[in-house]
């Protein structure tokens, strides 16, 4: 089967067929070694852009900078 035959057909599942298939693959690439399971439920911070007044403060402080060089 080509790829976009799979991909067509992937598109017509449902939600929860969907799921199934992540899943499986998921499984799969965790057996092979190329995925690190992430089933130990450790909580990792991700840091995020939104809602961090300082940081936007500081570029266009930054930004305001430039201009005035130009």
């Given at each position: 089967?080509?790829?976009?035959?799979?991909?067509?057909?992937?598109?017509?599942?449902?939600?929860?067929?969907?799921?199934?298939?992540?899943?499986l693959?998921?499984?799969?690439?965790?057996?092979?070694?190329?995925?690190?399971?992430?089933?130990?439920e450790?909580?990792?911070?991700?840091?995020?852009?939104?809602?961090?007044?300082?940081?936007?403060q500081?570029?266009?402080?930054?930004?305001?900078?430039?201009?005035?060089?130009?």
């Open positions: 089967m080509l790829n976009s035959e799979l991909l067509v057909q992937m598109q017509q599942l449902s939600n929860d067929e969907k799921l199934q298939i992540i899943e693959l998921k499984s799969d690439l965790v057996a092979a070694g190329n995925l690190i399971s992430g089933e130990n450790t909580a990792y911070r991700a840091w995020s852009p939104y809602n961090y007044q300082e940081a936007a500081k570029l266009m402080s930054l930004l305001e900078q430039e201009n005035a060089k130009c």
